[in-house]
């Protein structure tokens, strides 16, 4: 067991001010830094709407790190038995991977098998055939994002949100299938709050292949003032000598098909001010 903390870095997506987030929203890139946050987790939820040579300035400038997560809707399902929306959603994962390498993101991560938002009791020979599909793209992915010096996160969803992967265990079992080194774990406690019986052991359990951690809180509010055990969280990611980043990933003003994907019915918190300054003290006195 590991006696010192590890050193991780904080950040916030975008998702907490913007959706879709566009060059427009570049004016909040200051107000991240000022905040305490380290990284700036850019949702990648329209790649054309962002000046991305701009990006990458503006947060060199201000001493921010980037990372980038996806965005799943029908038309981004990889295991969709619609061979054009498979190929699409293909696609612009090798879109994220390229944008990863060109901000300097270690990885590009979200739930990268489905689309959010599907969830149906479908036959097992059906059941088996879209995790096929899922499979031979995740290859293809993989082998995309090593070429590109990225690593892929897999996200485990809630199971009101996703019918494919819901817990750690099923997620690590895909990543096994896959069978390639770029492709890991991504952590949300958020979701693993409702599918994990111990959010700390699923944490041991993922070990070297926890990739990145989105530290959300029960109710996806603000850190801090919910029922989610973060001192028991903190001592399992210094157990396992995790390094990587943990971002505050919430809603603050979601899109309409967002918000329907996410079940967003109510606001959150005040305000995604609130929300980011508040988080970023908190995140503060567990993680650093």
Not at 71 to 96: Q, V
Not at 103 to 125: D, N, Q
Request: glycine fraction near 8%.
């Amino acid at each position: 067991m590991m006696t010192t903390k590890p050193v991780i870095q904080t950040g916030i997506s975008t998702f907490v001010y913007a959706s879709p987030f566009k060059t427009a929203d570049f004016h909040l890139l200051p107000k991240i830094k000022a905040a305490g946050y380290d990284i700036v987790e850019v949702a990648v939820e329209q790649a054309d709407l962002i000046d991305w040579d701009l990006l990458v300035s503006m947060t060199r400038d201000l001493g921010l790190r980037i990372t980038l997560s996806g965005a799943f809707g029908p038309r981004r399902d990889i295991s969709s038995d619609n061979a054009a929306f498979r190929k699409e959603g293909l696609d612009y994962i090798l879109t994220c991977i390229r944008l990863a390498e060109k901000t300097g993101s270690p990885l590009f991560g979200g739930p990268l098998y489905s689309a959010v938002g599907k969830t149906r009791i479908v036959p097992v020979e059906q059941k088996r055939q879209e995790r096929a599909w899922c499979l031979e793209n995740l290859r293809i992915a993989g082998k995309a994002a090593a070429d590109h010096g990225i690593l892929l996160g897999v996200e485990a969803l809630n199971r009101f949100e996703t019918d494919m992967i819901n817990t750690t265990d099923q997620a690590l079992a895909l990543i096994a299938e896959v069978d390639h080194p770029a492709l890991r774990l991504s952590f949300d406690t958020f979701h693993a709050n409702i599918e994990e019986k111990d959010i700390p052991a699923a944490i041991r359990k993922a070990g070297a292949l926890l990739l990145h951690v989105q530290a959300n809180e029960s109710d996806r509010g603000t850190p801090g003032t919910g029922h989610l055990p973060w001192t028991a969280i903190r001592q399992a990611l210094d157990e396992i000598g995790y390094q990587g980043s943990v971002v505050l990933e919430t809603f603050g003003e979601p899109s309409e098909e967002l918000a329907r994907a996410a079940c967003i019915w109510r606001p959150l918190a005040g305000s995604a001010d609130e929300m980011a300054t508040e988080g970023a003290a908190f995140y503060k006195r567990i993680f650093t």
